[in-house]
């Protein structure tokens, strides 16, 4: 699933070699991706009204219902 998040944000970020992704695992069902990118991009990962990162959520919940798991995604700011 990691590689899944990592190519739809690189898809949508101005530099993509910039972003990482970081996958925490709980031992649980929860898993968490923490998602760094460059700070000219973090404008166009949240969208306008914070719809494109909604969006990405809400995929994550989805492909989480399939695999019986929640999956929680995370913007770092450094």
């Known amino acids: 699933m990691k590689e899944a ?3 739809i944000i690189k898809s949508l970020v101005g530099s993509p070699d910039l972003v990482e992704v970081s996958e925490f695992a709980d031992g649980g069902k929860t898993v968490k991706f923490a998602v760094r990118v460059a700070p000219d991009d973090f404008g166009r990962l949240i969208g306008r009204e ?3 990162i909604k969006a990405i959520r809400s995929i994550l919940y989805f492909a989480g219902q399939k695999q019986g798991r929640r999956f929680h995604l995370d913007l770092v700011e450094d």
Do not use: A, D, S
């Open 5 to 7: 998040v990592e190519k």
């Open 50 to 52: 914070g719809r494109t």
